[in-house]
C-alpha cells in the first residue's frame, strides 16, 4: 500500500473507533480527543503499532501474554483445534476429550492434588464462580448465615457486579453503587505501605494479622464464609506480601474455619517463579481462579480449582442438590483447551517458571541499581517477573497538582521510546511485567528506557 493509502487506512480505523467502539478502562472524554492507539501484530516481546512503530511490551499484554506473541506452535494447536472440533459444551455431562484431558492435566499440577476443575471464560468469571461456590457449599452445609466474605483493600479481582464490589479500588466502585454488603475490607500486604516507618517487617506482619483476626471476632466467625485474595496484588500496586503473612492468614483462617480463595488469575503459570504462586508462599487454597496464563492470553479461558472436600459436599447424592445450576456457554471451549495443553507444553518444555524466577532476580536487581537511587522513587519490589516501581508520595506532593499524574507521564515518556509499561488505577505505582520469554537484554533495554522517563520528571 502506498503512503496515502496508509494514511486513509489509519483515519478511517480512527473514525470508526471514535464513531463505534467504547473502550474498557478508558477515561471516555479524553479518549475522543486521543483517539486510540491501534497494535496490529506481534512477534516475541514486541508489539508493532499502525503507524509501524515497535514497542517492547513490558506488560505483557494485561499480564497475561507469558509466551509471547505469534508463537507458531500456539497456532497450530489452535487452528489444528478449530478444524478437528470447533465447538462443543460441557453441561449436563456432555463434554469434548481436549477440555477433559486438560482438567485432568490441571488436576495434576494443582497446589490441592485431586482438585476438580470448572471452566470459565475470564478471571472475573472464575472469581465470581468461586464466590458462587462458597455460598453454595455453606447452604448445603446448612450454614445460611455464613455469607460474609473478607477482601483487602487495593484487591483487583475483575469487573463483573460480585467481583468489581469486591474489588477494593476507588475507580472500580465510584458511581456504580455496586452492591456492596457482604464484603468486609481489611489493609492490603506490603511492608512499603506501613505506615509507621519504624515498625520492623515481623511487627508489620503481626499487626496485619491482628487486624484480620479482631475483624472475623468482631464480626462473629459463624457469619464469615471465605478470605478471598490474590497472592500478590497485582492492578493494586503490585502488593508483595511480608514473610509470615501467608502462614499466619492460613492459621487463622483454619481456626475459625473460613475458606481461602485465591486468586491466581496474574499469578498463576508461572509469574513469580514457580507454577503457582500457592507454591511460592506455601498456599493451601480451598478454591482457586486462574486465567491469562491458562492460554497465554492466545484465546479466552479460566478456570476454578475446587478442592476434594468441597467436591465431595456438592456432589455427595444426599447434599440434595440436584442439577448444579451455573456455566458458560464456552466452558472447557475446545479451542482455549488446546491452546492451555500447548501453552503448558511449552512452559513445561522451556522451564518458564524457573526462568521467569531467574530473569526477575536480574531485573529486581537492575532496577534497585539504577532506579530506586532516582529522587521520584519511592520503591522498587517484585517477585518473579512481577515488579512495580513506586514514585515517592513525598516527592509527588512536593510537585503540587498537575493534570497528568507523575505515572501516566513516566508512561507515556516511556511509549515514546518504545516501551509499554503501565501506570496502575488509582495510585502512583507502575507495573512491569513482560512475557517470561524476554531476554536479558531487553530487560535491561527496558530499565534503561523507564530510567530516563522518570528522570525526565525532575526537568
Ligand atoms: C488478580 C486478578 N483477578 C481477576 C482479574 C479479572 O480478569 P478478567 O479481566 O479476565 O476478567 C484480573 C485482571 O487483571 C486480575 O488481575
Given at each position: 500500500m502506498n503512503t496515502a493509502a496508509t494514511k486513509t487506512g489509519l483515519n478511517m480505523l480512527r473514525t470508526m473507533d471514535l464513531e463505534s467502539y467504547f473502550h474498557p478502562f478508558t477515561d471516555l472524554s479524553a479518549h475522543r480527543?486521543?483517539?486510540?492507539?491501534?497494535?496490529?501484530?506481534?512477534?516475541?516481546?514486541?508489539?508493532v503499532d499502525t503507524e509501524g512503530k515497535v514497542f517492547i511490551d513490558g506488560m505483557a499484554g494485561l499480564w497475561c501474554m507469558n509466551l509471547g506473541y505469534g508463537r507458531p506452535e500456539m497456532v497450530e494447536a489452535i487452528?489444528?483445534?478449530?478444524?478437528?472440533?470447533?465447538?462443543?459444551?460441557?453441561?449436563?455431562?456432555?463434554?469434548?476429550?481436549?477440555?477433559?484431558?486438560?482438567?485432568?492435566?490441571?488436576?495434576?499440577?494443582?497446589?490441592?492434588?485431586?482438585?476438580?476443575?470448572?471452566?470459565?471464560?475470564?478471571?472475573?468469571?472464575?472469581?465470581d464462580t468461586n464466590l458462587k461456590l462458597v455460598r453454595l457449599y455453606n447452604t448445603l452445609l446448612g450454614r445460611?448465615?455464613?455469607?460474609?466474605?473478607?477482601?483487602?483493600?487495593?484487591?483487583?479481582?475483575g469487573s463483573s457486579m460480585a467481583t468489581a464490589?469486591?474489588?477494593?479500588?476507588?475507580?472500580?466502585?465510584?458511581?456504580?453503587?455496586?452492591?456492596?454488603?457482604?464484603?468486609?475490607?481489611?489493609?492490603?500486604?506490603?511492608?512499603?505501605?506501613?505506615?509507621?516507618?519504624?515498625?520492623?517487617?515481623?511487627?508489620?506482619t503481626a499487626s496485619l494479622l491482628q487486624e484480620l483476626e479482631a475483624l472475623i471476632v468482631n464480626e462473629g466467625p459463624d457469619t464469615i464464609a471465605a478470605f478471598l485474595a490474590e497472592p500478590v496484588s497485582g492492578a493494586g500496586g503490585v502488593l508483595v506480601p511480608?514473610?509470615?503473612?501467608?502462614?499466619?492468614?492460613?492459621?487463622?483462617?483454619?481456626?475459625?474455619?473460613?475458606?481461602?480463595?485465591?486468586?491466581?488469575?496474574?499469578?498463576?503459570?508461572?509469574?513469580?517463579?514457580?507454577?503457582?504462586?500457592?507454591?511460592?508462599?506455601?498456599?493451601?487454597?480451598?478454591?482457586?481462579?486462574?486465567?491469562?496464563?491458562?492460554?497465554?492470553?492466545?484465546?479466552?479461558?479460566?478456570?476454578?480449582?475446587?478442592s476434594p472436600e468441597i467436591w465431595n459436599t456438592l456432589s455427595n447424592a444426599d447434599s440434595g442438590?440436584?442439577?448444579?445450576?451455573?456455566?458458560?456457554?464456552?466452558?472447557?471451549?475446545?479451542?482455549?483447551?488446546?491452546?492451555?495443553?500447548?501453552?503448558?507444553?511449552?512452559?513445561?518444555?522451556?522451564?518458564?517458571?524457573?526462568?521467569?524466577?531467574?530473569?526477575?532476580?536480574?531485573?529486581?536487581?537492575?532496577?534497585?541499581?539504577e532506579i530506586l537511587p532516582l529522587t521520584p522513587v519511592g520503591d522498587v519490589r517484585g517477585i518473579g517477573l512481577m515488579v512495580g516501581v513506586e514514585l515517592a508520595a513525598d516527592w509527588i506532593g512536593s510537585r503540587?497538582?498537575?493534570?497528568?499524574?507523575?505515572?501516566?507521564?513516566?508512561?507515556?515518556?516511556?511509549?515514546?521510546?518504545?516501551?509499554?509499561?503501565?501506570?496502575?488505577?488509582?495510585g502512583n505505582v507502575l507495573a512491569i511485567s513482560p512475557p517470561l520469554v524476554i531476554s536479558h537484554d531487553d530487560l535491561d533495554q527496558l530499565v534503561a528506557i523507564l530510567k530516563r522517563a522518570i528522570e525526565s520528571l525532575s526537568t
Open positions: 480527543d486521543s483517539g486510540p492507539h491501534v497494535i496490529s501484530s506481534g512477534d516475541g516481546v514486541r508489539i487452528s489444528a483445534q478449530a478444524q478437528k472440533l470447533s465447538y462443543y459444551h460441557s453441561f449436563a455431562s456432555m463434554g469434548s476429550d481436549v477440555s477433559i484431558s486438560l482438567a485432568a492435566r490441571l488436576s495434576e499440577i494443582a497446589p490441592v492434588p485431586g482438585s476438580r476443575i470448572l471452566f470459565g471464560n475470564s478471571g472475573s468469571d472464575a472469581n445460611p448465615n455464613k455469607r460474609k466474605v473478607i477482601v483487602r483493600r487495593r484487591a483487583y479481582h464490589a469486591a474489588s477494593g479500588l476507588p475507580t472500580l466502585h465510584s458511581a456504580f453503587d455496586l452492591p456492596i454488603g457482604e464484603y468486609r475490607r481489611i489493609s492490603p500486604a506490603c511492608y512499603y505501605w506501613r505506615g509507621n516507618a519504624s515498625l520492623s517487617e515481623t511487627d508489620y511480608p514473610p509470615g503473612y501467608w502462614e499466619g492468614v492460613q492459621r487463622l483462617l483454619a481456626k475459625y474455619d473460613i475458606l481461602l480463595i485465591l486468586d491466581e488469575v496474574i499469578t498463576g503459570f508461572g509469574r513469580t517463579g514457580r507454577m503457582f504462586a500457592a507454591e511460592t508462599f506455601n498456599i493451601r487454597p480451598d478454591l482457586m481462579s486462574v486465567a491469562k496464563g491458562l492460554t497465554s492470553g492466545y484465546v479466552p479461558m479460566s478456570a476454578s480449582f475446587v442438590l440436584g442439577v448444579f445450576g451455573h456455566g458458560y456457554t464456552y466452558s472447557g471451549h475446545p479451542l482455549a483447551a488446546a491452546a492451555a495443553h500447548a501453552s503448558l507444553d511449552i512452559m513445561l518444555d522451556e522451564g518458564l517458571a524457573d526462568e521467569a524466577a531467574r530473569k526477575g532476580a536480574h531485573l529486581l536487581s537492575a532496577l534497585t541499581e503540587g497538582p498537575s493534570r497528568q499524574s507523575p505515572v501516566s507521564r513516566v508512561a507515556q515518556r516511556c511509549r515514546e521510546e518504545g516501551l509499554i509499561i503501565r501506570p496502575l488505577m488509582d
